[in-house]
């Protein structure tokens, strides 16, 4: 399976058709702002001083999200989130999307914004996560126990 990347607006519209947005930025990040609705399982580490792998990320969305789960996937500037797509789909996920440039916006090597991100485009954000959607709670096992979409 390939990787399809999409737009923020694309991203905001499969949100409305179903697909749960996972912002894989760290919880920090995430408490700044992120689009509504959205989960947070950081790619990286939170607890490492150094951009260290999460050692949990797979074992978390496992818990939280079934291998058929529509997935958006996204994160700051559109790096870690293509990371985290392409390792889920090699797990087994098969309705994974990447939503290129991120939450501020893809940038150049000089720091300027090629892509506008989810946030530039005046797509929904939320600066306090939605009960059970934030890092801690799907990391302990969420607020309710059960996946998105069960019953």
Request: aromatic content about 8%; overall charge negative.
């Amino acid at each position: 399976m390939s990787l399809s990347r999409i737009s923020p607006e694309e991203a905001a519209q499969l949100m409305g058709d179903g697909y749960v947005y996972l912002d894989v930025r760290n919880p920090d990040e995430f408490a700044l702002g992120h689009p509504k609705d959205a989960y947070n399982i950081p790619w990286l580490d939170p607890e490492a001083p150094a951009r260290t792998p999460n050692p949990r990320f797979l074992e978390v969305v496992k818990q939280r999200f079934a291998p058929e789960q529509r997935l958006i996937i996204g994160c700051q500037t559109g790096r870690r989130s293509l990371s985290a797509a392409e390792l889920l789909i090699s797990e087994g996920y098969s309705n994974v999307v990447e939503q290129r440039a991120g939450f501020a916006g893809s940038k150049d090597a000089f720091g300027g914004v090629i892509e506008p991100g989810w946030q530039a485009r005046g797509l929904p954000v939320a600066y306090q996560a939605e009960e059970g959607h934030d890092y801690r709670a799907l990391e302990l096992g969420g607020a309710d126990g059960k996946k998105p979409g069960s019953r």
